[in-house]
């Protein structure tokens, strides 16, 4: 009923930018506790960034002051603008949010590279 609709991955090359877009659809009036997951080959996923209710931002330290997570509750929307982008940050990146449960959106490859 609730499906998470993932866009804005692709190929730059280090020191660009990119901005991820999540929105969410289906039975539900409002979104939630929202966030952006990661995961590189061979590595473990790992939290980049989430955004709450309320606005509370968190980042993982590799992140902090590249990226930016956003939310636009009358669109169902969030975001992730990526500056500064290291072939590091390669990986496909998740789309998440907690509403009651947790929804998982399909991944989108990022990929930094010259």
């Known amino acids: 009923q609730v499906h998470l609709v993932e866009s804005g991955g692709g190929l730059v090359q280090p020191g660009g930018s990119l901005r991820l877009s999540c929105a969410a659809s289906?039975?539900?009036?409002?979104?939630?506790?929202m966030g952006w997951y990661r995961q590189a080959p061979g590595k473990e996923r790992e939290l980049v960034a989430t955004?709450?209710?309320?606005?509370?931002?968190d980042y993982v330290d590799s992140v902090k002051g590249r990226f930016a997570i956003s939310r636009d509750n009358a669109k169902k929307t969030v975001y992730l603008q990526m500056n500064s982008l290291k072939p590091e940050d390669t990986a496909v990146y998740y789309c998440y949010m907690f509403l009651a449960s947790e929804y998982w959106g399909q991944g989108t490859q990022v990929t930094v590279s010259s």
């Open positions: 955004i709450s209710i309320g606005y509370r931002t």
């Open positions: 289906g039975s539900i009036f409002s979104i939630g506790r």
